[in-house]
């Protein structure tokens, strides 16, 4: 499986200090994109996650976008995002495009902007930018409250998730938060991975594959659901892969017989 690239129509804005690339979709947003660093240094926006990067929900031209700053990285690495590496906010955006091209929900992404020092080397800050998931829900509510809507969308993840590693590709942060679920205006169950500069890329047996689930979260039961339906899709036998994912899920320290 090669390596995403950004879509062929994808508007490209500038070459140094900054690099701009906009949808071409939301070609109109390039302004917003290019206001980012002042817009996020006034505080404009509603802040919904805070930590070593930052997510921020702001409106802008009669939509709901998300925007997430990548954090200033350290001193040698902001030579080598500035000369050798895609930046996050680039490789968030490649691959959120490559998964909608295989069928994967993520929310719709708008384009992503690196800000580089004066001369152009030095990496400074990126942001990437999606319009707002439909998707009002993540994995991790399963472990808060009572959900029936549970083993629709667990059985949902073990195709999406079959799908994604038929492809060469594995989620590296598949963790609780990074999976979305809701429906859409016509009432249809929508899966949606977010969190997505971290993609490995290559061939995934049964038992990479079942490794990938190891972050989540689950009951034997829940495990089961997922087992049924990744095996399904991939061809392994179910009671392997339910084996498989409650032994590597327990090295992670997470219960495998209880809530979590």
Known sequence: MKRPTLPRSAHHYGLHPDTLVVHPDYAHLAP???????????????????GRNE???????????????FHRPHVINRFVYGTLRASKAKRSYANACLLLDLGIGTPQPVGYYNVRSTLGLAFDKSYFVTLRSVCTHRYEEFFEHDMPEMPDVLRAIGHITARLHEAGLAHKDYGRANILFGYDK???????????NRMAHGPLDIHAGCKNFERLPATPEMHRLMAETYAADRGFDADECFRLMQQYRSTQGGKVDGKY
């Open 32 to 50: 917003f994109l290019r206001s980012l660093p002042q817009r996020m240094a006034r505080g404009e926006g509603e802040v919904i996650h805070r």
């Open 55 to 69: 997510l921020r929900i702001m409106h802008y031209d009669g939509l709901d976008l998300v925007v997430k700053a």
């Open 186 to 196: 016509d009432g249809q169950l929508r899966i949606e991975l977010v969190d997505l």
